[in-house]
């Protein structure tokens, strides 16, 4: 008999969000494949080929994951993989698509409690077998991610208008007294691949804290 988790709706509260109001939400520990890289200065992801092979890497490790805990023989567990998330940052601090300066990043990708570190480089292990040595797969790695305290709003449209959206963000903060904290955090509700940029839709999230 195969248990079978739905993380989406497990966690409903911090994987939707509404593009009207800032809300606010306490983010509890979770674990995460985790891949770090760099964008050249003026190009996008989509133009960057590490950062597609990082893509690659990391939606590659997590569906091996996926079939590795549905085929296991001892309690065998079906999910459905979680949305690609980024945390994004400049050495200047500003989060400005126009900025002539890398861009950082952190792509992750939350997975269930039972995933242990062991089965995470086994399936990199496979992914490696399949692929070859492909320098993003020495990259992955498996950790702990604690956010906590944070608003999030549902940015709909391209990604080169979330300025407009982190505006409001950041007016909200300090209308009502928090201070912002920690890295700008997006999370993809639509593959960029296949959906119309009109038609995007990204939780844009960040650490916040109580002024005192």
């Known amino acids: 008999m195969?248990?079978?988790?739905?993380?989406?709706?497990?966690?409903?509260?911090?994987?939707?969000?509404?593009?009207?109001?800032?809300?606010?939400?306490?983010?509890?520990?979770?674990?995460?494949?985790?891949?770090?890289?760099?964008?050249?200065p003026g190009m996008f992801p989509a133009e960057s080929p590490s950062f597609q092979e990082d893509l690659q890497a990391i939606y590659g490790v997590s569906y091996t994951l996926k079939f590795m805990s549905k085929l296991?023989?001892?309690?065998?567990?079906?999910?459905?993989?979680?949305?690609?998330?980024?945390?994004?940052?400049?050495?200047?601090?500003?989060?400005?698509?126009?900025?002539?300066?890398?861009?950082y990043y952190t792509l992750l990708m939350m997975q269930p409690e039972h995933i242990t570190a062991e089965m995470f480089y086994e399936a990199v292990d496979s992914l490696r077998k399949k692929r070859g040595d492909i320098p993003a797969l020495a990259r992955l790695r498996f950790e702990s991610f604690h956010e906590g305290l944070c608003m999030q709003i549902l940015h709909v449209g391209?990604?080169?208008?979330?300025?407009?959206?982190?505006a409001?963000?950041?007016?909200?903060?300090?209308?009502n007294g928090y201070r912002l904290r920690g890295?700008?955090?997006?999370?993809?509700?639509?593959?960029?691949?296949?959906?119309?940029?009109?038609r995007l839709r990204t939780i844009l999230r960040h650490p916040i804290e109580k002024v005192s």
């Not at 001892?74 to 989060?95: F, H, N, Q, R």
């Not at 409001?168 to 209308?175: G, I, P, S, V, Y």
């Not at 890295?183 to 009109?198: F, G, N, T, V």
């Open 168 to 175: 409001r963000m950041r007016d909200f903060a300090a209308e």
């Open 158 to 166: 391209p990604y080169d208008l979330e300025p407009m959206t982190i």
């Open 183 to 198: 890295l700008h955090h997006e999370i993809y509700l639509s593959d960029p691949r296949r959906a119309k940029p009109e």
């Open 2 to 40: 195969i248990t079978k988790l739905d993380l989406k709706k497990e966690f409903r509260h911090l994987y939707t969000a509404s593009a009207r109001r800032v809300d606010i939400v306490d983010v509890p520990p979770f674990n995460f494949a985790m891949i770090d890289g760099q964008i050249d």
């Open 72 to 103: 296991r023989d001892v309690d065998p567990i079906d999910y459905k993989v979680m949305a690609l998330e980024g945390l994004w940052w400049t050495e200047s601090g500003d989060v400005d698509f126009e900025r002539k300066e890398p861009w």
